[in-house]
RNA sequence: CGGGGCGUAGCGCAGUCCGGUAGCGCAUCUGCUUUGGGAGCAGAGGGUCGGCGGUUCGAAUCCGCCCGCCCCGACCA
């Protein structure tokens, strides 16, 4: 992408708007604006990297065996009315009314809406397990949104809803999400610690928040140094081993209670970007979702839930990779790959260089952002460190005469000239 | 929802106390010079001063009501 075509409204100076540096990054990088109170329009930048968080978080959820459907915002209220939800919630949730003055409600979340789709569907235990996933807009009218994306009250979110027969079954759905949770979490190179939650009205230890470090977080947590050992790209994991890991937030960290030996404990700053939890029955029962069972006896079906802040991992991620310069995107979620700078495009043989890297970055398909604007090379330096893509392939005069040009690592600062050849060799290969 | 604060050009702000025809920096446009870390000079454009009402000869400024946004706390992917 040329960048005297795209659309990139940096900001250099600071919005009045934002305190905490994922927002205000986000703003001066011009990934979001904001349209109303805990309301953003993504710009393109932005929903670049949007896209390349659901997309990770969609192969994992594939690779894990959920299927992935598409529910709607907008529910009918009766729907919430079966469940007992639809007063409880409060007024966290949207309530409108269409033309026929039906109540309607902008979801907050799906569990009504996915327990109706199995229950029209679903009349066998044969057909477990099930595992149904979206990734969808949600509506939360928070009191007090605020952090930009990471506490919006439209966010972007992926729930996965697990059926099982039995309760044995439904551990191994649990189970089954956690692992690709911490999958998901370490392919955005995040380290996400599982923390045991309150536990739901049935399951002994079967809700976990997956809190990712990073130094602006919002709760301090604990944690066994084994968290950082993990090793996902290998191997089985034993799930159970790490459920009984130590691991816990500030409120119910106890220092007389814990497990861990000093040496062992880790301390640092949390986000929480995961929640997983099983509920049992709670509401297969009263929407009357069952299946018959080997026995021949219909039973509810045992479910669980699995959300991941889509919208809210984007800022999570920028607290986690961020310098004093700005934002330093890890690979998998880079919105482009190399950062392209011709230094001086009114120079041709500076400019052939550059166009040429160009078209030979685009042919082997590496995601480029060619800086072909009049700028002068401080603005452009300052802006490619702004919106942190991984390389900086900078082509100026001085070398363009030589031969030479200049990779960078956005997240080492390390420098190197190259030839045009060599360099093009490091970026695709 | 309690407490605090802010709305003036695209962005950041001054002016409001003490009423008198709206200003600074950045950005934008034109020209010249410059050109490896947010350039210099000269010129230009851009405003219902959040909205409505009131007081006054006269309101960004004083008074009232409303709207929006931010921050701290109690709650949440």
């Not at 894990?64 to 966290?92: C, F, H, N, V």
């Not at 956690?178 to 079967?206: D, K």
């Not at 991992?313 to 986690?320: D, P, R, S, T």
């Not at 880079?334 to 120079?347: H, I, M, S, T, Y």
Request: aromatic share 10%.
């Amino acid at each position: 992408m040329r960048l005297s075509r795209y659309f990139l409204p940096v900001l250099k100076e600071d919005p009045a708007e934002a305190e905490i540096v994922s927002h205000r990054l986000m703003l001066r990088a011009g990934m979001i604006q904001q349209l109303a109170a805990g309301i953003y329009n993504w710009l393109p930048l932005g929903f670049r990297v949007l896209k390349k968080v659901e997309q990770i978080v969609r192969e994992e959820m594939d690779r894990a065996g959920a299927l992935e459907i598409l529910m709607p915002t907008i529910q009918p209220a009766d729907l919430w009315r079966e469940s007992g939800r639809y007063d409880d919630y409060g007024k966290e949730m949207l309530r409108v009314r269409d033309r026929h003055d039906r109540e309607m409600l902008y979801g907050p979340t799906n569990e009504e809406n996915v327990t109706d789709i199995f229950r029209r569907h679903v009349r066998s235990y044969r057909q477990l397990p099930l595992n149904l996933y979206h990734i969808q807009w949600k509506f939360r009218d928070e009191v007090r949104p605020r952090f930009g994306v990471m506490r919006g009250r439209e966010f972007l979110m992926k729930d996965a809803y697990s059926f099982d027969y039995d309760y044995a079954g439904a551990k191994r759905s649990y189970e089954n999400m956690f692992v690709a949770y911490l999958r998901t979490f370490r392919r955005m190179g995040l380290t996400a610690i599982p923390m045991q939650a309150e536990s739901g009205p049935i399951g002994g230890n079967m809700s976990h928040e997956f809190q990712i470090l990073a130094s602006t977080g919002e709760s301090q947590v604990y944690y066994d140094a084994a968290f950082e050992e993990l090793d996902l790209g290998s191997g089985e994991i034993d799930v159970e081993q790490l459920t009984n890991l130590y691991a816990a937030t500030d409120e119910k960290h106890d220092p007389a209670r814990c497990p861990v030996p000093p040496e062992r404990l880790r301390t640092g700053r949390g986000i929480e970007v995961g929640h997983i939890f099983y509920f049992g029955t709670k509401y297969s029962k009263p929407m009357g979702a069952t299946v018959t069972g080997p026995d021949g006896r219909e039973v509810p079906v045992e479910m669980g839930s699995y959300g991941i802040g889509v919208s809210r991992l984007v800022g999570a991620l920028i607290e986690a990779f961020h310098d004093e310069r700005g934002i330093v995107w890890p690979e998998a979620v880079a919105p482009f790959r190399v950062g392209l700078v011709n230094l001086r495009p009114d120079e041709a043989e500076c400019s052939r260089l550059a166009d040429d890297l160009y078209a030979k970055l685009r042919a082997a398909g590496v995601e480029t952002l060619y800086d072909d604007t009049e700028e002068r090379a401080g603005s452009k330096f300052a802006t490619m460190d702004l919106i942190g893509l991984p390389w900086q392939l900078v082509v100026g005069p001085r070398g363009a005469r030589v031969g030479l040009v200049e990779l960078r690592s956005r997240a080492t600062a390390e420098r190197q000239e190259l030839s045009p050849e060599s360099a093009l060799a490091r970026l695709t290969g």
